[in-house]
């Protein structure tokens, strides 16, 4: 393997962390245009150093709101390409990051602005061996990542139609003996229950009353039973509301019921319940949601009520053991090389770019390449600065093979 004086990649590392409080001291927190438009320029100085064509283009989010979309492309054009995924916006503004016994407490700093510096690390380690780049690299950062995900949604499918492969720049994360690479990614599929019963006085005609919350509750129940611990689907309800038909279809105009005694009186005639099931395989996804639509069945038989279940917003899962895996592996060799320990995560619950591959289940695909730390989307967010430093080389040493 090509190797640099310890000099070099000493001054490498501290400038790579002085880019990193940069990025991390500019809000660019989702929607916020200006701001992220800043880390845009930011980065675009920063790659075209490297003889990387940048453009900065602008695309609508979900509330109709122009924001930038960062595509950066090596000299080679045309055919397939190395696609390089990642984000620019946070889910809080920024505070003054802050150095602290090797970490950078700051916002966006694991999420993702370290992959984002990272990247920056790497082609400067690769310019210092004088090693080139993969001349179809094409990098796409957006802007509602930590959001809707419109565009970021939209751009992992359009970029990745051509793509040979797709490396993502999210984190992983710290373990004891080493660190995490993903190769595996859950899908979801939302669903929402509608259960319509029989309204009674709750004194009077008590046993007449069909309740609709009492079936929703009992649904829900045993819908969250169905989930599976090691690797299996899980069911989470997300929402349940319940109670006359008037409070459930206009909650914007008799909230203020809730806290009072006002149709405690009445035997619930109307309740709505909505979630998502995630899961590791369509074959798990197709189970537990024939499960669900069943087990809808038998509540409206046992509570004689009306129920309806529907399926909304569906996204693919990411199978660990696809073909992604071969790639994952030689991630993990390099690392061994370097002398620190990679462990494969196949099975991380969080929906991310690669769900939204146009092909997922043939695209070769690299996730949690980032370097980790701790505090995703709160406050105490941090950085482990060794962990940036090794994954900066590590991503050099992987585009070199590609």
């Keep these: 393997m090509n190797a640099i004086a310890g000099e070099v990649l000493d001054s490498i590392s501290t400038a ?67 696609l390089l995924l990642g984000h620019m ?26 992959g984002l510096a990272m990247l920056l690390g790497a082609l400067d380690v690769l310019a210092a061996r004088e090693q080139h780049l993969p001349t179809d690299l094409l990098l796409v950062l957006v802007p509602d990542e930590e959001s809707e995900s419109l565009i970021s949604g939209n751009a992992a499918g359009r970029w990745s139609e051509r793509a040979r492969a797709v490396l993502v720049l999210e984190p992983g994360q710290p373990l004891a003996n080493g660190e995490t690479l993903v190769a595996g990614r859950r899908g979801m599929t939302e669903w929402k229950l509608e259960v319509t019963g029989r309204a009674a006085h709750s004194g009077l005609a008590y046993w007449t009353g069909r309740s609709a919350v009492a079936a929703a509750a009992d649904w829900c129940a045993r819908a969250q039973g169905l989930s599976r611990r090691g690797g299996g689907p899980t069911v989470n309800i997300g929402r349940l509301v319940g109670g006359g038909a008037d409070f459930v279809q206009d909650l914007a105009r ?30 798990d996804r197709d189970a537990v949601l024939a499960d669900l639509t069943a087990l809808a ?18 996204v693919p899962p990411v199978d660990p053991n696809g073909p992604g895996l071969p790639l994952v592996h030689r991630t993990v060799e390099l690392a061994a090389k370097r002398g620190f320990h990679l462990e494969i995560e196949h ?9 939204f591959l146009a092909d997922p289940a043939n695209t070769p695909v690299i996730d949690g390449l980032g370097p980790t730390g701790d505090g995703m989307h709160v406050r105490g967010e941090y950085l482990n600065l060794d962990s940036l430093a090794r994954r900066a080389v590590l991503l050099a040493d992987l585009l070199a093979t590609l």
């Excluded at 004689?304 to 909304?312: A, L």
């Excluded at 099975?347 to 769900?355: A, E, L, M, Q, W």
């Design 297 to 314: 069945e038998k509540i409206a038989a046992e509570h004689e009520v009306s129920v309806t279940f529907t399926i909304g917003m569906q």
């Design 347 to 355: 099975d991380r619950g969080g929906i991310s770019f690669p769900n």
């Design 89 to 114: 916006d946070t889910v809080l503004s920024a505070i003054p990051p802050k150095l602290e016994e090797g970490k950078l407490f700051a916002t966006g700093a694991l999420d993702m602005k370290g």
């Design 254 to 283: 008799h909230h203020d019921m809730l806290g009072t005694s006002r149709q405690l009186n009445v035997v619930s005639d109307k309740a709505v319940a909505e979630g998502e099931t995630r899961f590791l395989s369509i074959r």
């Design 16 to 82: 790579t962390v002085e880019r990193l409080k940069q990025l991390c001291a500019i809000s660019s927190e989702s929607g916020n245009a200006p701001g992220l438009h800043r880390v845009a320029a930011f980065l675009r100085a920063e790659l075209e150093r490297h003889a990387l064509r940048v453009e900065i283009l602008e695309e609508t989010d979900a509330n109709g709101h122009p924001q930038p979309v960062l595509v950066a492309r090596g000299p080679g054009s045309g055919g397939r390409h190395l």
